[in-house]
Nanobody, 120 residues
Framework: VQLQASGGGLVQPGGSLKLSCAAS????????MSWYRQAPGKQRELVAV???????NYADSVKGRFAISRDIAKDTVYLQMNSLKPDDTAIYYC???????????????WGKGTLVTVSS
């Protein structure tokens, strides 16, 4: 199983970016999908999570600005980021709980990360 993230880049403060992360490989089911981020010199933190039923939760720092969504048919999760601030600069990682066989407890998988830089 692999998670491939894309969509990062350089954006000015107040701008927008949309990240994507697609799961591929031998997948039976994808449960929770999440985005984390790690800024220079800081610990990795949870940004947003979406369950298989579509329930979402966000870090306080991004509420009202970021939106997580998923395409179940494509095993893909998205993160729409609006009103970006310099403090949002970080490497963004996708994370998913994935079962590769029926009746199997899901395992946690990580993507390699995509860099988002917010700067003028």
């Amino acid at each position: 199983v692999q998670l491939q993230a894309s969509g990062g880049g350089l954006v000015q403060p107040g701008g927008s970016l949309k990240l994507s992360c697609a799961a591929s490989g031998s997948i039976f089911s994808v449960n929770d999908m999440s985005w984390y981020r790690q800024a220079p010199g800081k610990q990795r933190e949870l940004v947003a999570v979406i369950t298989s039923h579509g329930r979402t939760n966000y870090a306080d720092s991004v509420k009202g600005r970021f939106a997580i969504s998923r395409d179940i048919a494509k095993d893909t999760v998205y993160l729409q980021m609006n009103s970006l601030k310099p403090d949002d600069t970080a490497i963004y990682y996708c994370n998913a709980d994935i079962a590769t066989m029926r009746f199997q407890v899901g395992m946690e998988y990580w993507g390699k990360g995509t860099l988002v830089t917010v700067s003028s």
